[in-house]
């Protein structure tokens, strides 16, 4: 797999790639990671990549030029590659789109910066628009990066143990079930003691029940989706 960051900031994001997991998939050639400055071809003198905007409003919008012959390039040398914009005017990014996309080839995410991109751009190459949440950043690296490794992960091989991937919150309509690592006490705190008896059966019982007590708390539509599903069936 491979991912191009289209970016004017490349060193906002290469510094993510140097440790961890996603390093060790790109030594091992999983994936791996490219960058590609829209201001490298712009035919402005002065390499300038935004404009004021057409119709009044503040701030400055990236212009068509640079993006569409940068967009073009990347399409001549691959045909395949799959462009997603980011921007919060967009369907929410979710874990099935996490896993559908880990089946791709070659991903381009294109990231805003100023006020937005040239609309004519995103109609033109967009396979795809998503956002990561109803806020506004100050550009669209982040959420590109979000994006991006929330699919690495679901692509083969890059995490060490693929079965973690099964029991992960939204792999399922409930979130996941409260994690607890060892001692078994620590500050006077314990870890549930049904954790410490050794009965599978009561402990999966148990794991559902918090998982539905805190998606109740934090999120109470997806326990609706749950009661849905369970309806289903039976």
Known sequence: MKFTFVTLFSNL?????????????????????????????????????????????????????????????????????????????????????????????????????????????VEKYADEVFSIGDYILTGGELASLVICDAVSRNIEGVLGNSDSLSIESFETPLLEAPSFSKPKVYDELSVPSEYLKGNHSKIRSLKLAMSESKTKFFRPEQLLKQRIRKSYEK
């Open 13 to 121: 994001v290469e510094g993510y790639f140097q440790d961890s997991i996603l390093k060790r998939a790109i030594e091992k050639e999983i994936m791996s990671v490219d960058y590609v400055n829209p201001r490298d071809y712009s035919k402005n003198k002065h390499s300038k990549v935004d404009d004021t905007a057409v119709g009044g409003g503040a701030g400055m919008v990236m212009n068509p030029q640079p993006l569409f012959d940068c967009l073009d390039e990347l399409k001549k040398e691959d045909e395949e590659v799959h462009i997603i914009f980011l921007t919060p005017v967009a369907k929410p990014f979710k874990q099935n789109d996490a896993k559908r996309l880990s089946k791709k080839s070659h991903i381009a995410f294109v990231s805003g910066r100023y006020e937005g991109i040239d609309e004519r751009v």
